[in-house]
């Protein structure tokens, strides 16, 4: 059997492995040396530590951490939204495009609006509890590729480590810094402000 039958059914073995499980994204090709460890729940630090948001408004500029940013998009989308992002958080959903696309501006005032709902319905939840989608899996993981499905897990369930230090209390006490920061970036906003988002780091 040729290499390039070996590797075509490698990739078929571990794709169809994480779909019956629905623990693990897998991009075709992917060595499995990548793939067992993605399966023991390591977390590629380079990505998710250096990752970082610019943003800018009228009130200034300012740095997050991509990875709070990440964490409260994808636990607005499990726990809030019913697993499938909808247009009442579309301001902070499309925060994401900065990584795709390396920026974006959004309606300031609707994002200001959002994030406080947001802080208020999840202010009870705890990090251990909390929920990872299969994009940000992907990408502290270091695939590739990035998944088409829109999905997300509970990690401690899926056996996933969260891409923060801590792993317990409070996830509004954890993204604390990006609340506060993103809170002043649109104390000011009105109707047809805009804030500016860039990726930095990838």
Request: glycine residues 6%.
């Amino acid at each position: 059997m040729g290499s390039n039958s070996l590797q075509g059914r490698a990739a078929f073995v571990c794709l169809r492995f994480a779909r019956t499980r629905a623990r693990y994204y897998v991009a075709p090709n992917a060595g499995a040396q990548a793939f067992r460890a993605r399966s023991r729940g390591e977390l590629t630090t380079t990505r998710w530590n250096t990752m970082k948001i610019s943003i800018k408004s009228s009130c200034g500029e300012a740095r997050v951490d991509w990875a709070d940013y990440a964490l409260l998009r994808d636990n607005i989308q499990h726990f809030i939204e019913a697993g499938k992002p909808s247009a009442n958080y579309a301001a902070i959903h499309a925060i994401e495009r900065a990584v795709d696309d390396g920026q974006v501006a959004v309606d300031a005032a609707r994002l200001r609006s959002e994030l406080l709902a947001a802080c208020h319905k999840l202010r009870q939840l705890d990090l251990q509890d909390c929920a990872v989608s299969l994009r940000t899996r992907a990408l502290v993981t270091g695939c590739a590729a990035l998944p088409e499905r829109r999905g997300t897990a509970r990690a401690r369930l899926a056996g996933w480590r969260l891409p923060t230090r801590e792993q317990s209390g409070s996830l509004i006490e954890q993204l604390k810094p990006l609340i506060s920061i993103m809170l002043t970036m649109t104390r000011t906003a009105v109707d047809g402000d805009r804030i500016a988002f860039r990726l930095e780091g990838r």
